[in-house]
């Protein structure tokens, strides 16, 4: 089977720096996504990492341990425009793409 | 054209009803996805197309039926649903099955079943 944990709620205030965790149980690893969601919308891609280390993309950075099977989203320069779920999902050989529970990002003024 | 599209946005249906879900893309993705997402949920794969041809059922009642008519065009025909099966569907496309890290979803349709 698989399981992904993530942590169901972070809050943080505007311009600050914020890290969100999964840690994964799977057979046949490949690699992690991020996804980002606002309330009533639709998930939206944000990262793909296949091998270790730190992937940039503007203010959100993801990063990927294989031996720890840990990763992380970074959000930086928060902005209120950022509250929204964020998923990581495992991609496996030949097994499905499945989603963690989600973590609830809150940003205050 | 980075679009998927899906209709209706919203379906109230009663248990005896028959309806259909309608998905479509143009970005020439081959893989194509239903989701099943509840509230404060992830999504939950429900299907996958690749190459039109259905890859993936996990295990979903029978009152679920999707079609892939063309590469484009996904459809999900609904009959004799429980109140249960209230949620939002997203559907989904990547360029392949072996791209599925990077989906591409559509706004999903809200189904309320009474």
């Known amino acids: 089977g698989q399981s992904l944990e993530q942590p169901s709620e972070v809050t943080a205030v505007e311009g600050a720096i914020v890290q969100i965790n999964c840690t994964y149980q799977?057979?046949?690893?490949?690699?992690l996504s991020w996804y980002q969601q606002h309330d009533g919308g639709a998930p939206t891609f944000l990262s793909y990492?296949?091998?270790?280390g730190l992937e940039e993309t503007g203010r959100f950075s993801s990063f990927l341990s294989r031996s720890d099977s840990y990763g992380y989203l970074l959000l930086q320069e928060l902005q209120m425009k950022d509250s929204a779920s964020y998923f990581c999902?495992?991609?496996?050989?030949?097994?499905?793409?499945?989603f963690g529970p989600g973590t609830r990002l809150s940003v205050l003024p | 054209d980075t679009e998927v599209t899906q209709t209706p946005k919203h379906l109230v249906m009663g248990m005896t009803n028959k309806k259909s879900l309608k998905c479509e893309q143009h970005?020439?993705?081959?893989?194509m996805y239903w989701y099943k997402q509840k509230a404060k949920k992830p999504p939950e794969l429900m299907f996958v197309?690749?190459?039109?041809?259905?890859?993936i059922n996990e295990s979903v009642p029978s009152r679920f039926s999707p079609e892939c008519p063309n590469s484009s065009l996904l459809n999900l025909h609904l009959h004799a649903l429980q109140p249960e099966d209230s949620a939002l569907y997203l559907c989904?496309?990547?360029?392949?099955?072996?791209?599925?890290?990077?989906?591409?979803f559509g706004p999903g349709t809200r189904l309320t079943v009474t």
């Open positions: 990492n296949a091998l270790d």
């Open positions: 999902a495992v991609v496996n050989y030949g097994q499905n793409f499945v």
């Open positions: 970005m020439g993705h081959r893989a």
């Open positions: 197309y690749s190459y039109e041809k259905l890859s």
């Open positions: 989904a496309s990547s360029q392949d099955r072996s791209s599925e890290d990077e989906q591409y």
């Open positions: 799977t057979s046949g690893f490949y690699g």
